[in-house]
């Protein structure tokens, strides 16, 4: 079996010793290079052909994201941005998503020492980054890929009536910011309410609400406790949170609890998907984007049997095809349909009793 051809982009010596050191050490992945500036590794990925790269963000003479949309649109390879796990970074890392990036990954807290690199890797501080960055180098290897291309605006989906029958849930992980986008992007402004899970750090949850606020018709925000469900808005469950639905009175509520982690994930699809069919039973029409996994299987499988709708994004058009796979697995899916349909079936159910 071919080893994963790995090339390491970033301006940091020691970084790039560190995820060498750490990649080299699974049999199935090869370190072919690294390269301290997009112009080094503009000439790397002519000579080495690597399968997947780790981008820096912060990078002299050209930017990681300059260097991501060149590549994207001239000869796409699946990306891994890398960068710090702040707020002010979640613009740059969500940029990145559009661009064309499979998924990121957030730099250890501190840097490790040249001479002691070696002994850095076994430092529980680098252990969630070593399995972090191994898990999401192999799946890059398997991601698909599109050329950047600016999108057209999509023609919202027709609405008869705003009389909504039907609350939607939806669940993503990996390639699920810009599936998400894209989606919304044909859904109009008085829409049915819309609630979305979608692995992704606290730190980031609100830039992506407001950048979803920005483009969009609908008014889109990050959960917070309390926060009444009502048509014509999206909520987005933080990150490391799980966002559950309860009723108060006549009306549906948000809440947010640290409850133990499902699926390894915090904010969890499944969860949001559980507790949903206890608040609306049949009620819900519920999709999987694509993701790696099983997060939402289970929960969506319930939700079929109380007599929810189900769809699923195929496996053409998502980046990683596993959680809409695990579901279809299970029997759990109504419909599987390119991410170009979903939004005009989603719509058009949410009309009917």
């Known amino acids: ?47 080495l052909s690597p399968d997947v790269l780790t981008l820096d963000i912060e990078m002299p003479k050209m930017t990681g994201l300059q260097f991501l949309q060149n590549l994207m649109r001239l000869r796409p390879i699946p990306v891994i941005m890398v960068s710090r796990l702040t707020a002010r970074g979640a613009p740059a890392i969500l940029e990145a998503l559009d661009l064309g990036a ?7 807290q501190t840097n490790p020492n040249r001479e002691t690199v070696k ?44 009389a909504f029958q039907r609350v939607i849930a939806i669940g993503a992980s990996t390639g699920g910011t810009e599936a998400i986008r894209e989606l919304l992007t044909s859904v109009p402004e008085n829409c049915p309410p819309i609630l979305i899970t979608q692995h992704i750090p606290r730190v980031f949850s609100r830039s992506f609400a407001e950048r979803l606020n920005q483009q969009l018709a609908m008014k889109v925000v990050a959960v917070q406790e309390g926060m009444v469900i009502q048509p014509g808005c ?61 997060d939402g299987a289970k929960g969506m499988l319930k939700l079929k049997q109380a007599g929810a709708i189900t769809y699923a994004q195929d496996k053409a058009t998502s980046v990683v095809w596993g959680m809409p796979q695990a579901a279809y697995n299970m029997g759990a899916v109504d419909e599987l349909l390119s991410l170009a349909e979903i939004a005009t079936k989603m719509i058009n159910a949410a009309q009917k009793k």
Do not use: W
């Open 1 to 47: 079996m071919a080893k994963i051809r790995a090339l390491i982009i970033d301006d940091s010596a020691e970084n790039r010793l560190l995820m060498t050191e750490i990649l080299s050490r699974y049999d199935d992945i090869e370190v072919v290079g690294t390269a301290a500036d997009a112009y080094i590794a503009r000439e790397k990925i002519k000579q």
């Open 102 to 108: 499979v998924d990121f990954i957030c730099k250890p």
């Open 119 to 162: 002994d850095t890797i076994s430092d529980d501080k680098f252990r969630q980054f070593t399995e972090d960055l191994v898990t999401k180098v192999r799946m890059a290897s398997l991601a698909k890929i599109r050329p950047f291309e600016i999108n057209n605006i999509a023609k919202p989906v027709a609405i008869e009536n705003t």
């Open 234 to 294: 999206v909520y987005l469950a933080p990150g490391d949170d799980h966002l559950t639905i309860i009723k108060s009175g006549s009306r549906m509520v948000c809440q947010l609890g640290q409850g133990e982690k499902v699926n390894r994930y915090r904010t969890a699809v499944d969860v949001m998907f559980d507790s949903i069919c206890s608040a609306y039973g049949s009620q819900v029409i519920a999709v999987l984007l694509t993701g790696m996994g099983e």
